[in-house]
């Protein structure tokens, strides 16, 4: 089953174990392939221009559970997990990064 193990609490950090089935992560992956596309960046003024490969080079999908039994399971658990309603998370982000991808380090702030 999940494990949960307290690394700190201020700030609260947790380590999470065994949270996800590799049949879940498969089921994602099944979902979300056909959809995933170039992820999309926002560049700040002194940015305009540049190659945005530099800092990004990433595919990605946001990916809806509805209708999923499976993936609304998963919802369920992260719910139950955070004490968060799931109505106030956002879809699960599906990554693809290819040989050599990056996202450096940089603010998310305008």
């Not at 998370?89 to 693809?96: D, M």
């Amino acid at each position: 089953g999940i494990r949960l193990r307290t690394l700190a609490l201020r700030p609260r950090i947790f380590e999470v174990k065994s949270f996800i089935e590799e049949s879940e992560c498969d089921r994602m992956l099944e979902k979300a392939g056909p959809h995933v596309r170039k992820s999309a960046v926002v560049v700040k003024d002194g940015d305009h221009g540049k190659d945005v490969d530099e800092w990004r080079s990433s595919f990605n999908y946001f990916l809806d559970s509805s209708g999923d039994t499976r993936l609304e399971a998963l919802d369920e658990r992260v719910q139950n997990l955070t004490r968060i309603p799931i109505v106030h998370s956002e879809y699960a982000q599906i990554l693809k990064y290819e040989y050599l991808g990056r996202y450096t380090s940089h603010t998310d702030y305008f």
